[in-house]
């Protein structure tokens, strides 16, 4: 079977594995995120241990997807300084000649859970991640959604709860979806960590008020066949009951979604693939990569 | 040059044309939207006279747009009782033994547009119709979006204007985008049609305050690289600077689509096509469905 290599380049760790496209993984390393130079010899090296045929990449952002661009496989605007404008495919490129994919981190989970997770069989579902910061990935009618840049749906504006008197913490927007309900976002707001919060019935319902919102908006305009929820603060299971109370309110039965009300347990769900959803994307993004230079060398 | 044959169905009437998959039109007639019994007979006249090899259809919706769906082609849940649930792609294919396009009117003037009008010569764009109601086709990555259903973007949640006591005209989500922005609903707040309050700065200030919290979010989900703008209220062209202003002050500059700001003009535009991206957007799911079948013939 093809051995194949995936990377799951995170703020805080890179995650490096190399395994097959059924999602089984032979070994995988995992390495903190400093500076590119202290950091991209150790994932180089883990590879060069290695006979893959591809690697895919699966990156924080934002990033630059567009394969016509001078700047394609490079990390962006982020506010991580040293990586700023780091032309990370490029740098793979340099030492492998093999066909490396290149996404964000959620369009990556996204893939994985399509392929071989929670919407296993469907061609289409979105990815969110609720943690040090909300970001979605999805996978449209067979494809990784890309249009001028990548989505970055984590930004939407949301109504107010209107017990909710916390000013948020968007750099950009304030109370954008994100500015209000991240991990950090719920420290800000009630004093102490999510995982501290477990048995506060208030936070719970706030937080599945915005989440809710957030799924209203992603079903009305994706109309994905399956949500997935993964990241940090989704660990906190509870907050499912109050996703779906809230959607079915906001939905109101709207009639082009009348079963979602009673179907939501089976529509909104957690990862498949628990954590493994963005590393085992990765190695599908190698998987596409691959197919993709043979198609090309076939012409 | 092959003859195709286009049916825009809308809520008030029938568009028909033949022409060609260039755009051009040989013929075209309107026929009012009562009953199915009343209309249909007409529709399927209009072609009979004409050998055309495919149709396409737009169709105002719900509909069913899942070909895997037993009830595939229907006008599904609409308040027009005549034509609830009828099968008007089954009653075109009955007449007519030749291929057939069908999809929401607001997904073939998307088509239309991205083909032949303002998103000619892009892999995507989104076309928004702000009349009667609100409703949104988008082309992405070389496809007509479609999920669960088609989306319904019109029905999106929005931050109420500070100003604004209206209380919403949706049936099942009050004061939801198309119940605060809608043509019917920009008649009840100000107590006239839109077209008798084209002088009123308040009123487009607050219409572009609604429009440009919805293109925000559909840029953050979808990313597309046109917006078009279309339908009735849009005739207002002074809305337009109302929705630059706003949407710059929603963005904020964020890090994304930071050339957004400056290049608004060019980004959120009218229709290339004017008032025929729909009917336009009909003759191309024609060709479509066409290429389709003989793809279809040859395997």
Redesign the interface.
Known sequence: MTLLGAIEAGGTKFICAVGHANGEIKERISIPTTTPEETMPDVLAFFQKHQVEAIGIGSFG?IDVDKKSKTYGNI??TPKLPWKDYPLLEEVRKTFSIPVGFNTDVNAAALGEAILGAAKGLD?CLYITIGTGIGAGAY??G?L?????????G?????RHPQDTYKGRCP??GDCLEGLASGPAIEARWGTSAKNLSDKEEVWDMEGYYIA?AL??????????KIILGGGVMNQSQVFTSIHKYLGD????????PELSSEMEDYIVKPGLGDHAGITGALLLAERALDESKKYMMK
């Open positions: 934002p962006t605007t289409s449209i009618q494809e959604l890309q249009g001028l840049t990548h989505p970055e749906m930004h939407i504006l949301v109504r950009y927007h919102q209203m908006q992603y079903i009305l305009i994706l109309s994905p066949k906001f939905l109101n039965g709207y009639l082009v979604f």
